[in-house]
């Protein structure tokens, strides 16, 4: 993976706080929306730079919630209306469209 630049970073983080309440979005969009060549990249900003984000609006491609966080992450899914079944969020409902202006 190549160094994470500052532009990275803040592109990730204004798209993360731009995601609506009772909507996700997927490391792979928000990658693809930033211009980065991979999802992961969004994932290890998150772990270190998304505590004051609405982190718990970002989501695997398969709808499954971080591991480590499952929990918390879909009561708070669920407190903003995103439709979750099996431990999973029902994507094709409340998957994000990013608007190429974000």
Avoid at 18 to 41: C, E, F, K, N, W
Avoid at 83 to 96: G, Q, T
């Amino acid at each position: 993976m190549s160094a994470i630049s500052d532009d990275d970073v803040e592109r990730v983080r204004a798209l993360v706080a731009a995601i609506p309440r009772g909507q996700v979005s997927t490391y792979g969009d928000l990658a693809a929306a930033a211009g980065l060549s991979s999802p992961r990249i969004v994932g290890t900003i998150m772990r270190t730079d998304a505590a004051d984000l609405p982190w718990h609006r970002v989501i695997s491609a398969s709808g499954t919630p971080a591991p480590h966080l499952a929990r918390r992450q879909l009561a708070r899914l669920h407190e903003e209306g995103v439709p979750i079944r099996d431990d999973r969020v029902v994507l094709r409902e409340c998957r994000w469209e990013i608007d190429a202006d974000t």
